[in-house]
Nanobody, 124 residues
């Protein structure tokens, strides 16, 4: 079982940066693919980024490619999302999630464990 706690959200102006963190409990963190999703008001939860067990492989939604970077530190049981050049349309609640599927997962139903979310608001 993995419990996930996100932090690092907040209010930022367009063009600014934020780094989200997701701390995981449990000794098997390094065996999970990790992902970030986001959900804006009135919209479906959407995939943002994912990272493999070792961190060697990453995958991004087209909307964030080149601006966001996902990384992980297995020694600290933590996954990060560095968000640069933020836009108002990035405003959402951001969730981290853990998956046991044997490939980089991009669908919500491929993830087994979810955090409670952290709010990111980008003002124009």
């Amino acid at each position: 079982q993995v419990q996930l706690v996100e932090s690092g959200g907040g209010l930022v102006q367009a063009g600014g940066s934020l780094r989200l963190s997701c701390a995981a409990s449990g000794r098997t963190f390094s065996s999970y693919f990790m992902g970030w999703f986001r959900q804006a008001p009135g919209k479906e939860r959407e995939f943002v980024a994912a990272i493999s067990w070792s961190g060697a492989n990453t995958y991004y939604a087209d909307s964030v490619k080149g601006r966001f970077t996902i990384s992980r530190d297995n020694a600290k049981n933590t996954v990060y999302l560095q968000m640069n050049s933020l836009k108002p349309e990035d405003t959402a609640v951001y969730y981290c999630a853990a998956s046991k599927v044997p490939r980089i997962p991009t669908m919500k139903n491929e993830y087994d464990h979810w955090g409670q979310g952290t709010q990111v608001t980008v003002s124009s």
